[in-house]
C-alpha cells in the first residue's frame, strides 16, 4: 500500500502562485508515475500533470507553461504560477504503475490516491 498525503494549498489571488506537495509513505513509489488531478466545484476529476520515474512530464493544456511538476525521492511537487480563478479545485495526488505514457491522463490508471488539498483563487 501507498499513503499520499498533499499539503500546501489555500486561497490566492488571481496571478498569484502556490507550490502543492505529496508526500509518499508506505511501499516505495520510485517505480510509479505520479499525478496531479483536480476536481473543480460540481465537475468531475480531471488530470493536470504527471511525472514518471525517470522524470517524464505531461501536461494538461489548461495549465501547460504555468504549472509544474517535479519529484525528489518520496515527494511530489506541483508548482503553480499565474492562477486563474478557473484553477479553483481540490486538488489530489496520485500513483500507479503506468507504462504507456498516452495513460498518464486516465485517472482510473492510478490506484493509490491522496484526500486532496484545496486550491481556492480569487479574482
Known amino acids: 500500500q501507498v499513503q499520499l498525503v498533499e499539503s500546501g494549498g489555500g486561497l490566492v489571488q488571481a496571478g498569484g502562485s502556490l507550490r502543492l506537495s505529496c508526500a509518499a509513505s508506505g511501499r516505495t513509489v520510485s517505480n510509479y508515475v505520479m499525478g496531479w488531478f483536480r476536481q473543480p466545484p460540481g465537475k468531475e476529476h480531471e488530470f493536470v500533470a504527471a511525472i514518471s520515474w525517470r522524470g517524464r512530464t505531461s501536461y494538461a493544456d489548461a495549465v501547460r507553461g504555468r504549472f509544474t511538476v517535479s519529484r525528489n525521492n518520496a515527494m511530489v511537487y506541483l508548482q503553480m504560477v499565474s492562477l486563474k480563478p478557473e484553477d479553483t479545485a481540490v486538488y489530489y495526488c496520485?500513483?500507479?504503475?503506468?507504462?504507456?505514457?498516452?495513460?498518464?491522463?486516465?485517472?482510473?490508471?492510478?490506484?493509490?490516491w491522496g484526500q486532496g488539498t484545496q486550491v481556492t483563487v480569487s479574482s
Open positions: 496520485a500513483a500507479g504503475e503506468i507504462y504507456a505514457s498516452g495513460r498518464y491522463p486516465d485517472r482510473y490508471k492510478y490506484d493509490f
